[in-house]
Every structure is written in structure tokens, then in C-alpha cells.
């Protein structure tokens, strides 16, 4: 799947046909166990209007909302998972979103504060035969389109931890990174959400762009 909206991506700077037809679209899972996947409403349309303008990528406008059991998640080469709270995935949404990812799909999750300590068990029911590893700060997500050489831009202050881009790893491939301890999709807010100061929100919406153009071009 994901070689797919790569050659796309290649098509969209070469034929202005290309553009008319094609917008590649995002979406932001959906889960149950009351935790709020509905966060940062204005987060996704920000950085889809920042790497539409600086990666070149046809993005349609506004991201779609789709379950983890719905057959629609294969849609998606990038889906944006975050929220507070508690996330409680039934065996069938774990197998869908297991396939999802190892079909070529991207799972991005975003610790908004508040989830980790639900996140990191359903995704054992995932992939119960992996751990989340810390990329290095060489890792090609911190280097595509900018360069972020000490990793994760930190955007809100909590609990005093060092931001860390982690992820799980199948089969040599990146099929889920977690922003954690960073509140990455915060920064892609409205500035008037947060008053971030500018240079701040921009160097989240840097990062942010980064793990899009990394998931649509990770290469085998």
C-alpha cells in the first residue's frame, strides 16, 4: 500500500492531470473505553495545510474519522491515533489494525497526556510479540524534509521527561511511531488554543510534517 501512494506522490509533482484527480486522504482512529479520540480538533487540517504547502503532497483537505474494526481503515496510508485517556480495543480491532499495519499502513500515535499507561497494553494485544524501541535521533523520521538532530521538539511541559519518538518495528519497517512526552498535536492547533509562541508551533508542525512524508515514502 504504501508504494502505491509513494509513486502517487511522484505522479502529483509531474502532472497537473494528477492533481485534479487524485487527494490523498488521513484519518483519525476512533476507539472505545471513554478516552477522548476526538482531540485536537483543529490539529490535523493545520498540518495537512502545512505539508500541502511544503512537502507537495495532495492532501485533501480535512481528515476522516474511521473505527479500529472498520474495513475503511486500509483506506488510509496514515492514521492519526490520540486522546487523554483510557483506549480499549476488542480482539477484532486489534487483528484489523494489526493487518492494517502490516499491509503497508501507518499508525501514528500521540500521547496527549494522559494515555500512555491504556495505549502501551492494547498495543500488545497488536503486536504482542514486540516492544516500542526509541528511534536515534539519526533516524530518517527526524530528517526528511527538516531536520530535528536532537529528535522530538518538546511543545508542553508535564511531567518534566525528555520528549521520545518511539515505535514498533515489523519486519525491518516502522509501522507505528508514538510521540510521547512531547504533545506534538497540540502544537498543530490554532495558536489561539494554546498562545504557543510561533517558533513553537512551527517546529511541531515541522515534526508532524516529517512523520507524514516518512510514512508515505518508508521504503522496504
Given at each position: 500500500m504504501r508504494k502505491v501512494f509513494s509513486i502517487l506522490i511522484?505522479?502529483?509533482?509531474?502532472?497537473?492531470?494528477?492533481?485534479?484527480?487524485?487527494?490523498?486522504?488521513?484519518?483519525?482512529?476512533?476507539?472505545?473505553?471513554?478516552?477522548?479520540?476526538?482531540?485536537?480538533?483543529?490539529?490535523?487540517?493545520?498540518?495537512i495545510a502545512f505539508s500541502k504547502t511544503h512537502l507537495g503532497i495532495p492532501f485533501a483537505a480535512r481528515e476522516d474519522i474511521v473505527e479500529a474494526s472498520?474495513?475503511?481503515?486500509?483506506?488510509?496510508?496514515?492514521?492519526?491515533?490520540?486522546?487523554?485517556?483510557?483506549?480499549?480495543?476488542?480482539?477484532q480491532e486489534a487483528e484489523n489494525?494489526?493487518?492494517?499495519?502490516?499491509?503497508?499502513?501507518?499508525?501514528?500515535?500521540?500521547?496527549?497526556?494522559?494515555?500512555?499507561?491504556?495505549?502501551?497494553?492494547?498495543?500488545?494485544?497488536?503486536?504482542?510479540?514486540?516492544?516500542?524501541?526509541?528511534l536515534p535521533f539519526n533516524h530518517p523520521i527526524y530528517h526528511q524534509k527538516f531536520n530535528f538532530k536532537k529528535g522530538l521538539p518538546k511543545i508542553h511541559e508535564h511531567d518534566g521527561k525528555a520528549p521520545?519518538?518511539?515505535?514498533?518495528?515489523?519486519?525491518?519497517?516502522?509501522?507505528?511511531?508514538?510521540?510521547?512526552?512531547?504533545?506534538?498535536?497540540?502544537?498543530?492547533?490554532d495558536q489561539n488554543t494554546y498562545n504557543d509562541p510561533e517558533e513553537v508551533r512551527q517546529q511541531a508542525l515541522k515534526m508532524g510534517a516529517n512523520i507524514l512524508s516518512f510514512a508515505f515514502t518508508q521504503t522496504d
Open positions: 511522484v505522479l502529483w509533482g509531474a502532472s497537473t492531470q494528477v492533481h485534479a484527480q487524485y487527494e490523498l486522504k488521513i484519518a483519525k482512529l476512533k476507539y472505545s473505553g471513554g478516552g477522548d479520540w476526538y482531540a485536537n480538533k483543529t490539529a490535523l487540517p493545520n498540518l472498520s474495513p475503511e481503515l486500509l483506506l488510509y496510508p496514515y492514521v492519526y491515533l490520540t486522546g487523554h485517556g483510557n483506549i480499549v480495543l476488542t480482539e489494525l494489526r493487518n492494517y499495519m502490516i499491509g503497508g499502513g501507518f499508525l501514528h500515535i500521540d500521547d496527549n497526556y494522559g494515555l500512555d499507561q491504556f495505549v502501551r497494553l492494547e498495543m500488545k494485544k497488536v503486536f504482542p510479540e514486540l516492544e516500542f524501541v526509541e521520545q519518538g518511539l515505535a514498533l518495528i515489523y519486519q525491518g519497517q516502522v509501522v507505528c511511531f508514538y510521540s510521547y512526552e512531547s504533545d506534538l498535536g497540540n502544537g498543530w492547533e
